[in-house]
Every structure is written in structure tokens, then in C-alpha cells.
């Protein structure tokens, strides 16, 4: 290395390069890295190995890295330190897929497995270069870190950089022009060889970074390990070496890698790279986007949760009031009754009394009094025993009121409906919850009909939410199923997929469904905002079409039937019938709307593979 080299420079490129030649995987680095389909590179042993168990050296990595985060001073571990995920989330499939472990896309393996898989030259070179900087005394400042913080731990360790020709760990030069990485005898061999003599060789320490990390790699071909990759396969677009033109490649067209132009395949792959770069500005807004959302749940949640107790606080408080409004009532009756009751019980004394008086009175005249006593008593006696008996003709005995006070309840029948008013809903956009929008046209399908609806509500497209309330395939295809999941909730989209999968069509009811028999478009119901929709034609080009009402407010722009699914207009425009997967009765015809029955539907009768209802708000 070039004495003028500054040494805290080459050890921050140092830490930089490691992380570059760190696999995924056993979180060490590269030892023979190949690429997957999605361009992510994992070492081949790895791959081999894969959920088969590296826990031992993965374990001591992830103490290695833990020491190596730490601070200069306090000496606490960086939050941002990784710990590699479990081997079990990776998976060969039959030595067929393999998952990639950081993007999750398969990689469809070849005959030959995961040896067949390209080469990652570049990180092959970066973890020589390493390697050989390393070999000149230079560490990187992860090693600084461990040996300040006087924790024990396994270093990283200093790799013997290996003589490509020999292979021995004394390398000591670098041949410019092939990218060999050769010994001191082997430089002397390399320059007394009639293929090599002209080559330009250099030893290490006279090499700087930027030179031993932009220089030629000697690349292996991975079939035959003893031969290097000479030759371009036009044919078949790539590189081979002489014994695979020989075997599998002797009717291609090849050539020799230096008869070939750059300037072609560089222009090929700049522009593929451009074209990917365009998109990299739509991610990453993407990307700011979906978080700002994120950002939002919370808030939200907190928002929402606010809701639910206030809302409950509010019942409570109302079933409170009506706990106290009932125990006074029953109070009341209670005082009331016992004043009744207690008036006729002292009437009803009274009585006696005047009964026990008169007879007494009457035994002691009968008992002890003269002739002349008895004649003069007698009229008054008659006349009070007289008076007596018809009191007692016209006196109530029965009690006047019965002892019990009854409290009635129907809270077993209405709680349920008092708590279905009660909802949170996971409302998110219509594609993400549909069976029916899933192509790949399902977001300018979604978007119509989220701006039909918005307009309808009187706001924006992507502030309406959507809320699955019944799918025929999962609920039941009956009209009771229907009416069951639908009835009495608010404003709903309905979403038809006929049954050969070529139309997409529906409605939008601005007023709730019943199970009543009857239209719903007077003017105390006004439905002028409801209107049909076609989403996807038979050809698949047409775009999304609305169909408003001919006449807004019309009488009959919705229809209820209790045995039967959701009909629009007076047509009927659109009518669902039960069963409308096996059955004939659900069809089309132009009625209160601007729909022609072609252009949405294509057939009078029809059959339907899926339909749902969404509420929308």
C-alpha cells in the first residue's frame, strides 16, 4: 500500500467494504457469493446449508458485531446493531425454489442446484482487496472499537490472501491484466510463461484502494474450477469457459471475451439500469407515503379508542339515568299501593268495630235486660245493626290493589342490536378487500368507483372508506344471507363478477337495505344519488362506466324484497336473485337508469361466480 496513504481513510473504507461482503445468512463474510434471481447474493455453502443449522457461527458472529458496535466512550451497544433473523424463515423447496431471505422472491434452480447459480464476482474481488489490505497491517475501526472497550469477544479475523495459481495463503502481488493474485514464486512463473510474460504484475504495498478495488478478477467458471472464463456465448448471453464450449456450447456461436465490444452490452445494461433508477424516485415516494399512514394509525387508534369510551360512558350514563328513573317509579308504585291499601284496611277496621260494638250491645240486652229494657233499645239496636249490614254491602273487601310491582326487560332482544350499532371499522381501499377487483387493472377500477362514491358522499376519492359486509361465496348465496349481513347498515356498493370471470358491474344504494316489500325512492327516502357501474368489460379495454339515474329522485330506484337480492331500478336494471351462482333469475333489464344492459351486463340473464357488499362512508 502507497505510504501516503491515510491510515483512518483506509480503515473507514475498511468498514464500509466488510459490510458490503457480509452475507445475509451466517452474517460472516462471503466465501464463494452467488446471486439469486433478484440480484441479492448469499455464500454458496450457506445456500447449501440452508436451514440446516449454522446457529454455532452465527451466534458468534452476533457477538462479535455486538462488541464491535459499541461506543467509544459509554461502551452501550448501538440500538441500530442487527440480529440476523432465524434460519428456519429461509427454505429450499425440493432443491427446486429458494427463497431469497431478504427480499423473499424465489430463485427457480437449474440441474445443478445452487451451484449452478451465478458468481458474484464483484463481492468475490471486494472481500481479495480486504484480504489483501488487511495482509499490509491496516484493520478496519471495528477492531479499535473491540480492543477500547476491553470486551472479550472473536475479532475479526485477518484472512491469509491465497495465491490463485498455487493456492497457498502467501499471495503477495497482483497481476493487473488477468487479476491473479500470485505468490512470489508464482510471479516469477507468471512472467517466464509464454501465455502470461506480457502481463503486468504488481506487488500489493505498491498498489493503492482505488486500484486493487477497480482491477481485473480472474474469473473461475463454476462448472470447471480449473478453467477460467474466456469465452462469450452469443447464443446464449453469456460467459463460458473452453471446456463448456467444448460439451454444451460446440454449435453456439461463441468468441473470445476480448474480441468482444463493450460498448453494446455497457449501452444494454445502462439503459435497463436507467430504466429501473426512473422508478427508484416513485418508490421512495412510496415508500414516504405508506409511512405517513403508518404515522397515522397510531393517532388514529388513540383517536378512535377516545371514541369508544366516550361513546360507552354516554350508554352508561344513559342506562344510569334510567336505572334511577325506574328505581323512583318503583318507589312510587310502592307508595302508592301501600296507601291504598292501608286506606281500605282502615276502613275495613272501622267496620269491625262497629260490628263487634252492635253485637256485644245485642248479647247484653238479650242476656240481662228487663221486657221494658229490650222494647225501648230495640229500634235503635235494628236500626244500627241495619246501618252495619249495609255498610258492609257496599264496602270493598277484595284488596284494591294486588302487593306485586313487575319490572319488564328486553334488553335480551334489543342489546344485540343496540351493540351492532356499535363498530370499528377496518376500512381500507376497495382493492385491498375485494374478492372481485384483484387484476392487475384493479386500481383504476377501485379509483372510479372510490371517486363515483366520493362524489356521492360529497368527498374526496381517498377519503371513502370501504367496509366488507357480506361475500356470497363466504356468507351464503340466499336472500337471507343477503339480508342477514346487509340489512339496515347505510349506504352500500354492491360488486358483481359474472360466472365466466369477463364483467365486473354493480350499484351503489344510497339508502339502507331492508327486508321490507317495497321501493325505496319517495321523497322522504331521496335516492338520487344512486347509480350502476360497469368495471370491466368482456374485452377487458373498455374503461369504467356509470350509469346515473334517468330521473333523479325516481320512485323506484331501489327496490327491497325479503326473498330476493339487491334490485335496482324499476326495470329491473339490476336484479340479484337467490342462488345466482346455479339459478336463472338474476338479469337486467333498462329501467330508471342510463345503463344499456349490453354495455354492462352483455346478456339479459346472467350467473354470477362472486358478488359482495361493501358499506361505504
Known amino acids: 500500500m502507497a505510504d501516503a496513504a491515510d ?107 445452487v451451484d449452478g447459480l451465478l458468481k458474484n464476482f464483484y463481492l468475490e474481488k471486494l472481500v481479495d482487496v480486504i484480504a489483501i489490505v488487511e495482509a499490509q497491517g491496516h ?105 463448456c464450449a467444448a460439451l454444451k456450447h460446440k ?8 474480441d468482444v465490444g463493450s460498448e453494446h452490452h455497457t449501452a444494454v445494461i445502462r439503459r435497463a439500469r436507467d430504466a429501473v433508477t426512473a422508478l427508484i424516485p416513485q418508490l421512495e415516494a412510496a415508500v414516504v407515503g405508506v409511512q405517513g399512514v403508518i404515522d397515522l394509525v397510531g393517532p388514529t387508534r388513540d383517536g378512535v379508542q377516545e371514541q369508544i369510551r366516550q361513546e360507552s360512558r354516554r350508554i352508561i ?32 277496621g272501622q267496620l269491625l268495630r262497629g260490628f263487634n260494638g252492635g253485637v256485644v250491645f245485642c248479647d247484653s240486652v238479650l242476656e240481662g235486660a228487663t221486657v221494658a229494657e229490650m222494647l225501648s233499645a230495640k229500634a235503635q239496636l235494628l ?28 334488553a335480551d332482544e334489543a342489546l344485540p342490536g343496540l351493540l351492532t350499532t356499535l363498530t370499528v371499522s ?66 352500500t356498493v354492491v360488486l358483481c363478477r359474472t360466472a365466466d370471470g369477463t364483467r365486473v358491474f354493480g350499484g351503489f344504494a344510497a339508502v339502507a337495505w331492508t327486508s321490507n316489500d317495497g321501493w325505496l325512492g319517495s321523497s322522504e327516502v331521496p335516492v338520487r344519488d344512486s347509480f350502476l357501474f360497469s368495471l370491466k368489460a368482456a374485452d377487458g379495454a373498455a374503461p369504467p362506466q356509470q350509469f346515473r339515474l334517468n330521473t333523479p329522485g325516481d320512485p323506484r330506484s331501489i327496490y327491497c324484497y325479503p326473498t330476493c337480492g339487491p334490485i335496482f331500478g324499476r326495470g329491473n336494471d339490476l336484479c340479484i336473485s337467490e342462488n345466482a351462482n346455479t339459478g336463472t333469475g338474476s338479469y337486467s333489464a333498462e329501467g330508471s337508469y342510463s345503463a344499456h344492459t349490453m354495455r354492462m351486463v352483455g346478456t339479459r340473464y346472467f350467473q354470477l361466480s362472486e358478488y359482495e357488499v361493501f358499506l361505504v362512508r
Not at 479499535?144 to 479475523?157: F, N, Y
Not at 454449435?251 to 476480448?258: F, K, M
Open 426 to 491: 377496518d376500512t381500507v381501499r376497495l382493492a385491498r378487500l375485494s374478492a372481485i377487483i384483484t387484476t392487475e387493472t384493479s386500481r383504476r377500477q377501485s379509483d372510479a368507483l372510490a371517486q363515483w362514491v366520493g362524489e356521492a358522499l360529497g368527498k374526496g376519492p381517498k377519503d371513502v372508506r370501504f367496509e366488507l359486509l357480506f361475500r356470497a361465496t363466504q356468507d351464503g348465496w340466499t336472500a337471507r344471507d343477503f339480508h342477514r349481513c346487509c340489512d339496515n347498515r347505510g349506504k
Open 251 to 258: 454449435t453456439h456461436d461463441s468468441c473470445e471475451i476480448a
Open 7 to 113: 491510515a483512518a481513510q483506509v480503515a473507514d473504507e475498511l468498514v464500509q467494504m466488510r459490510r458490503e461482503v457480509e452475507c445475509p445468512v451466517c452474517m460472516a463474510q462471503y466465501t464463494d457469493p452467488r446471486c439469486l434471481a433478484c440480484l441479492h447474493t448469499i455464500c454458496l455453502e450457506c445456500l447449501r446449508q440452508m436451514g440446516d443449522g449454522r446457529e454455532q457461527k452465527r451466534a458468534r458472529t452476533v457477538q462479535w458485531r455486538q462488541h464491535a458496535c459499541l461506543t467509544e466512550g459509554g461502551g452501550d451497544p448501538v440500538p441500530a446493531c442487527p440480529v440476523p433473523p432465524p434460519l428456519s424463515s429461509y427454505r429450499v423447496d425440493h432443491n427446486t425454489t429458494i427463497v431469497c431471505p431478504i427480499c423473499r422472491n424465489l430463485t427457480t434452480l437449474g440441474g445443478e442446484g
Open 383 to 410: 236500626a244500627r245493626l241495619t246501618a252495619v249490614r249495609e255498610q258492609f254491602a257496599t264496602l270493598a273487601t277484595d284488596p284494591v290493589t294486588d302487593g306485586v310491582i313487575e319490572f319488564h326487560s328486553t
Open 317 to 348: 350514563a344513559a342506562v344510569e339515568a334510567r336505572t334511577e328513573e325506574l328505581l323512583a317509579k318503583a318507589a312510587r308504585s310502592a307508595t302508592t299501593k301501600t296507601a291504598d291499601l292501608e286506606g281500605q284496611k282502615s276502613m275495613i
Open 139 to 243: 484493520r478496519a475501526r471495528d477492531d479499535a472499537a473491540l480492543a477500547r472497550s476491553g470486551q472479550q469477544g472473536d475479532p475479526v479475523e485477518v484472512v491469509p490472501v491465497k495465491c490463485t495459481e498455487c493456492e497457498e495463503p502467501s499471495a503477495t502481488s497482483k497481476c493487473i491484466t488477468c487479476g491473479g493474485l500470485l505468490c512470489d514464486l508464482c510471479v516469477d512463473h507468471h512472467g517466464r510463461s509464454r501465455h502470461t510474460r506480457s502481463h503486468e504484475v504488481k506487488r500489493f504495498a505498491d498498489m493503492g484502494m482505488d486500484e486493487l478495488k477497480t482491477g481485473s478478477a480472474l474469473m473461475i467458471c463454476p462448472r470447471h474450477e480449473d478453467l477460467e472464463l474466456s469465452l462469450y456465448c452469443k447464443t446464449c448471453d453469456t460467459t463460458i469457459c473452453m471446456m
